[in-house]
């Protein structure tokens, strides 16, 4: 080779020699050799993200569409203003739909906007268990026992999340993150003479009062306590596009920063943006549509293949869930947010508060459910079943066993509009005080009338425990309730 030639073969970057040794970044070669995609492709892929977006927007907003369910449905039956105050005086039974409502306590539920009325003053009565939570369902406060008034009762003032204004003493004040918040007291039922009172725990209940706090008394509204019982009302989420106005309803509503930024990135990639138009084109509409009917089903299937951490089961030997996985109210595990347990609860749930999470002894409440009976099989409404209670279960305020729709939690209707016995009603016990439930599409012969729950034939159904004023007994796990039993 001459030197002329070495030359140009050093200075010549496309010599035959060096293009066999040029490479490309992986990136460059794995899409397109660097190339822009086909436009039919990028734009199949966009509409493909804008749906996974919409999936995700979904499966994180999940508490609040629940609460504007809840809300939504109560107004409609019963009326809106913080003087309005539904109480279900007869208990709630099957024709409220409701996500896994407690038919052995009275539920008084309402909905306050901060925005419209100001800050706040609810005179909680003593006794209560309950709590106020913001629309993204964080607790606020606990109320009764675990919160401060400690079952004492007592002024709790609500304010705006702007709010900058002069707090006065003597309220035990709490700042909401949301304009709107949610009040949820339950009181217990007396023991009867055949079976729960519920007379005492409404007449707590309507002790309530509710009022602007800067309002004279001449302008502030009289109370209002309708009688929820008995009809038909649906508080459930919605499960079409309604979905996503009414989200965009909230996010205008609200402050940005009651949304966690990146869940507002998600929402902005949808086109649901704080004071901007929501205008999704036809194919979006359809996108979106599609979300709302797959993401449940993602989430149910979660429910349904389990965790592979176990976290969420009670104990080594038992099919019983925590709903919170061991993790806290907010569902925060030793390094994660527990996004996909969360919105697990609040598909078949609603209400999280410290209360029932803490392991407080002779107070707040425990909920161990199963989806499955003894042999692992997922417990089905065609077949008959039996749950065996040993002796004194601990709870200082009251047990109660109710069955609930896989599904979204709301109770089966039946022949019976109660799918629920608890230890006020006259149940037939065992010569060692224990007791045997049973359930079925038609009540077994083995089963007294008092101790039967009548399921739907054809459908899936869950159980669960619960348990008011928790004592030491379930903590240490010397008291279990059996697993639910096939019956042959």
Do not use: C
């Not at 729960?196 to 409404?202: F, G, L």
């Not at 999704?280 to 293949?305: C, D, G, H, S, Y």
């Not at 629920?420 to 060692?432: L, Q, R």
């Amino acid at each position: 080779m001459t030197v002329a030639s070495l030359v140009a073969g050093l200075t010549n970057p496309m010599t035959p020699v060096l293009a066999q040794d040029q490479k490309a970044p992986p990136l460059v070669e794995q899409i397109n050799n660097g190339n822009w995609l086909p436009q039919a492709e990028a734009e199949t892929l966009r509409d493909d993200l804008y749906y996974q977006n919409a999936v995700q927007a979904y499966i994180q907003t999940l508490p609040i569409l629940n609460t504007i369910g809840l809300r939504d449905g109560s107004e409609a039956a019963f009326g809106a203003g913080y003087n309005v105050l539904p109480i279900w005086k007869d208990r709630m039974d099957s024709r409220a739909w409701v996500p896994t409502p407690n038919a052995d306590v009275i539920y008084s539920m309402s909905y306050l906007d901060l925005k419209k009325d100001g800050p706040l003053v609810v005179a909680a009565p003593p006794n209560v268990i309950g709590m106020f939570t913001d629309f993204y369902q964080r607790t606020i406060t606990d109320v009764g026992a675990i919160g401060p008034d400690r079952a004492r009762g007592g002024l709790y003032l609500l304010l705006p999340p702007d709010y900058d204004g002069e707090v006065p003493k003597g309220y035990f004040a709490f700042k909401s993150s949301t304009n709107n918040v949610f009040l949820f007291f339950r009181t217990v039922m007396a023991k009867g003479e055949n079976g729960p009172d519920p007379a005492p725990a409404v007449a707590l209940a309507e002790r309530t009062r509710i009022y602007p706090l800067w309002a004279p008394e001449k302008d502030v509204k009289p109370m209002e306590f309708p009688n929820a019982s008995g009809k038909r009302v649906n508080m459930m989420y919605p499960t079409d596009s309604t979905y996503w106005s009414k989200l965009k309803e909230y996010v205008d509503h609200e402050p940005a920063a009651s949304i966690d930024p990146v869940t507002r990135g998600v929402l902005a990639a949808i086109g649901i943006v704080k004071g901007v138009p929501f205008e999704p084109t036809e194919k979006q509409k359809e996108l979106l549509q599609k979300a709302v009917i797959t993401a449940p089903k993602m989430i149910m299937a979660n429910r349904q293949l389990g965790r592979p951490d176990k976290r969420n089961l009670y104990y080594k030997d038992r099919q019983y869930e925590n709903t919170w996985a061991a993790g806290t109210a907010e569902w925060s595990q030793s390094t994660y947010l527990d996004v996909m347990q969360r919105a697990s609860f609040f598909q078949v749930a609603y209400s999280s508060a410290p209360a029932m999470v803490m392991r407080t002894l002779d107070a707040g409440s425990k909920y161990p459910f199963t989806v499955r009976d003894a042999d692992g099989d997922f417990l089905d409404g065609s077949k008959s079943y039996k749950l065996h209670l040993p002796p004194d279960p601990p709870a200082a305020l009251f047990w109660a066993v109710t069955a609930y729709n896989i599904t979204d939690g709301t109770m089966p209707e039946t022949d019976q509009p109660l799918p629920s016995i608890n230890g006020f009603n006259k149940v037939k016990a065992n010569e060692d005080g224990s007791i045997d439930l049973f359930f079925g599409p038609r009540k077994p012969e083995a089963s007294p009338d008092s101790n039967f729950i009548q399921t739907v034939d054809g459908r899936a159904f869950l159980v669960t425990v619960r348990l008011y004023g928790t004592g030491v007994e379930f903590y240490d796990q010397t008291w279990k309730p059996d697993d639910v039993v096939k019956l042959q």
